[in-house]
């Protein structure tokens, strides 16, 4: 089945700075991936999302690429704020498994 | 639009017990998720269910959890008897339809703890 890894598993910045996330998937097949972030006790939730079929989206401050050869997708936060702290998980589907499959998440700490 | 319930918030059992946990997903969503989340890791999936259907539960422990969607609406999941490593919450999330690329909405959560 699907692996995913995520990397790393905390982040620390000062406010202002950009953050990057990085995740790494095994089934070539896999087609669908989105981020979710997590605040502390709350829900996941989708921030952004991405398919197979484009390299780059963006929405205001935050980015996603997805390089398929290398079986690779980051997260960019531009301007970080410190309403940004929480933990990020990616996720990777694909058709034939029929499941999201979740990064182990990353812990970002903005610092003001 | 309301977003997906799931009941209790907090649950806290000795091993060998029993306990349910509760989901209403959004209305209209035909596919709804049961997901593990162990303390500082990701979701696992359990299972999922299309309507009334199961599309897959190949995570599932079979031999103590169980679940159910009677009539394609909401969902209760079972664990008999509870184990120690058990204790992690119980998210809950919908889909309109339930291919990959389809949002999957997640619930609060059930926080379960076993002592």
């Known amino acids: 089945g699907e692996n995913v890894e995520q990397h790393p598993s905390t982040l620390s910045v000062q406010e202002g700075d950009s953050a990057v996330i990085k995740c790494t998937y095994s089934?070539?097949?896999?087609?669908?991936f989105p981020w979710y972030k997590q605040e502390l006790g709350k829900r996941p939730q989708l921030i952004i999302d991405i398919r197979s079929n484009v390299g780059e989206k963006k929405d205001q401050r935050i980015a996603v690429t997805l390089n398929k050869t290398a079986k690779h997708f980051s997260l960019h936060i531009t301007e970080t704020q410190p309403e940004d702290s929480a933990v990020y998980f990616c996720a990777a589907f694909n058709n034939a498994g029929n499941m999201l499959t979740f990064g182990g998440g990353t812990r970002l700490m903005v610092k003001p | 639009e309301a977003g997906v319930a799931q009941s209790p918030r907090y649950k806290i059992i000795e091993k060998r017990q029993s306990v349910a946990f509760w989901c209403n997903p959004i209305s209209g969503h035909a596919t709804l998720y049961w997901y593990q989340q162990i303390l500082g890791q990701g979701p696992k999936l359990l299972i999922q269910?299309?309507?009334?259907?199961?599309?897959?539960d190949s995570q599932l422990p079979k031999d103590r959890f169980s679940a159910e969607r009677l009539k394609g609406v909401d969902s209760t999941l079972k664990i008999q008897p509870a184990k120690l490593e058990d204790s992690a919450v119980y998210l809950c999330a919908s889909s309109l339809i339930g291919f990959g690329t389809d949002t999957q909405y997640f619930g609060p959560g059930t926080r379960l703890t076993v002592l």
């Open positions: 269910f299309q309507n009334n259907g199961v599309v897959d």
């Open positions: 089934d070539s097949a896999s087609n669908y």
